[in-house]
C-alpha cells in the first residue's frame, strides 16, 4: 500500500484495513479524524516510533508540553503545529516502507 492509497482509506472507508498494524491503525484513525480512537492505540505501542505518533497526536490537539515530551521520548526533534501534516505524511512514509 502506498501512502496515497493509505490517506485515501483514511479519508473515505468507514473502518480501516484489517491487516494493519497498530501504528498504521493509529495514524489511519489520525487522519479519520478519530483522535480518541488513534491516541487510545498510540497509548499502548511502548517503543519510539508509538511515542513519535502520541506525539504527533498531542501536537493535533494543541498540547505542544505533551508533545514535546512525546518527541523527546521518540528520539525526534519537536515539531510545530504548522508541520502536522508532513509530519503524519513522515511517519506513514517510514512505516509502509
Known amino acids: 500500500m502506498t501512502v496515497d492509497?493509505?490517506?485515501?482509506?483514511a479519508q473515505s472507508d468507514t473502518q480501516p484495513p484489517s491487516d494493519l498494524s497498530a501504528e498504521l491503525e493509529s495514524l489511519?484513525?489520525?487522519?479519520?479524524?478519530?483522535?480518541d480512537t488513534a491516541h487510545n492505540i498510540a497509548q499502548d505501542i511502548n517503543?519510539?516510533?508509538?511515542?513519535w505518533i502520541h506525539a504527533l497526536?498531542?501536537?493535533i490537539e494543541g498540547d505542544i508540553g505533551n508533545a514535546g515530551?512525546?518527541?523527546?521520548r521518540s528520539g525526534r526533534p519537536p515539531?510545530?503545529?504548522?508541520?502536522?501534516?508532513?509530519?503524519w505524511?513522515?511517519?506513514a512514509t517510514e512505516l509502509l516502507a
Open 5 to 9: 492509497e493509505f490517506l485515501a482509506s
Open 28 to 35: 489511519w484513525h489520525t487522519k479519520a479524524g478519530n483522535w
Open 69 to 72: 515530551y512525546w518527541f523527546n
Open 89 to 91: 505524511n513522515e511517519i
Open 47 to 51: 517503543t519510539p516510533m508509538g511515542s
Open 57 to 59: 497526536l498531542h501536537l
Open 79 to 87: 515539531q510545530t503545529t504548522a508541520r502536522i501534516d508532513c509530519l
